[in-house]
């Protein structure tokens, strides 16, 4: 009798912890899956700004501004992604007097950093498709720092808006045997060399206004899942 409560016993707790350990590989199996089957994209670009404020032009003498801008993005569904990137733009410039309006011949160093978060949808319906329209909109957070060299440093940050599109053109086509590698290599399905377009409606709150709009030349990169592709 006292064997057979024994065993009773040495089941009751064997059969939860089995349960539990197979519960938790199937889990992990499932999560290895979803991730294997997601579709990422990272991407680099060279932007220039053009201003909306005509102080631009009083303070760097310009209303352009070059900025590097990199991210990425996690397609939710096949063609819509959310996006996130972060940028820089550096500059040098004299200060402009607050009466006279002229230059004071002091330099001022100007450091932005944007950072925007926001949704991208693709039109891409085709495998090896080689032209690949983008449209995509979201929420911008710029730090600013304005360091000058006797006076004391401003910093502060804008918030806004932004909504563009921009079109894809896939490298792929281009040299397939090296899309092929890449493939390989990296799990990189599709690189695409884009143009795009951008509005941005700053809130500019007194001091610096960032809003204008931006034109980028940037390299795309999809990562994901394994798809056709061109033969080498």
Same mark, same amino acid.
């Given at each position: 009798?006292?064997?057979?409560?024994?065993?009773?016993?040495?089941?009751?707790?064997? #059969?939860?912890?089995?349960? /539990?350990?197979?519960?938790?590989?199937?889990?992990?199996?499932?999560?290895?899956?979803?991730?294997?089957?997601?579709?990422?994209?990272?991407?680099?670009?060279? /932007?220039?700004? %053009?201003? !909306?404020?005509? #102080?631009?032009? !009083?303070?760097?003498?310009?209303?352009?501004?070059?900025?590097?801008?990199?991210?990425?993005?996690?397609?939710?569904?096949? *063609?819509?992604?959310?996006?996130?990137?972060?940028?820089?733009?550096?500059?040098?410039?004299?200060?402009?007097?607050?009466?006279?309006?002229?230059?004071?011949?002091?330099?001022?160093?100007?450091?932005?950093?944007?950072?925007?978060?926001?949704?991208?949808?693709?039109?891409?319906?085709?495998? *090896?498709?080689?032209?690949?329209?983008?449209?995509?909109?979201?929420?911008?957070?710029?730090?600013?720092?304005?360091?000058?060299?006797?006076?004391?440093?401003?910093?502060? *940050?804008?918030?806004?808006?932004?909504?563009?599109?921009?079109?894809?053109?896939?490298?792929?086509?281009?040299?397939?045997?090296?899309?092929?590698?890449?493939?390989? !290599?990296?799990?990189?399905?599709?690189?695409?060399?884009?143009?795009?377009?951008?509005?941005?409606?700053?809130?500019?709150?007194?001091?610096?206004?960032? /809003?204008?709009?931006?034109? %980028?030349?940037?390299?795309?990169?999809?990562?994901?899942?394994?798809?056709?592709?061109?033969?080498?």
């Amino acid at each position: 009798m006292k064997r057979t409560l024994a065993i009773f016993l040495l089941l009751a707790l064997a #059969v939860p912890a089995v349960v /539990s350990a197979a519960q938790e590989e199937t889990i992990k199996r499932r999560v290895k899956a979803w991730a294997a089957g997601q579709e990422w994209s990272l991407y680099g670009g060279y /932007s220039v700004e %053009t201003f !909306d404020s005509p #102080v631009w032009q !009083d303070v760097l003498g310009k209303d352009t501004q070059p900025m590097m801008r990199f991210g990425g993005g996690w397609y939710a569904l096949p *063609n819509f992604s959310v996006d996130f990137a972060i940028g820089g733009m550096y500059d040098k410039f004299e200060a402009v007097g607050t009466v006279s309006g002229q230059q004071s011949g002091e330099e001022v160093k100007l450091l932005v950093l944007p950072v925007e978060v926001g949704v991208r949808y693709r039109f891409r319906f085709l495998d *090896n498709q080689l032209l690949v329209p983008s449209v995509f909109a979201g929420y911008d957070w710029w730090y600013f720092n304005e360091n000058p060299k006797f006076g004391s440093v401003v910093e502060g *940050n804008k918030t806004g808006w932004h909504y563009g599109a921009d079109i894809g053109f896939l490298l792929d086509a281009i040299d397939p045997l090296a899309a092929h590698r890449m493939a390989q !290599d990296w799990n990189v399905m599709d690189t695409y060399l884009c143009l795009g377009y951008e509005v941005l409606p700053m809130n500019a709150g007194g001091g610096l206004d960032f /809003s204008g709009n931006l034109v %980028t030349l940037s390299l795309r990169f999809d990562v994901g899942p394994e798809r056709a592709h061109a033969k080498p």
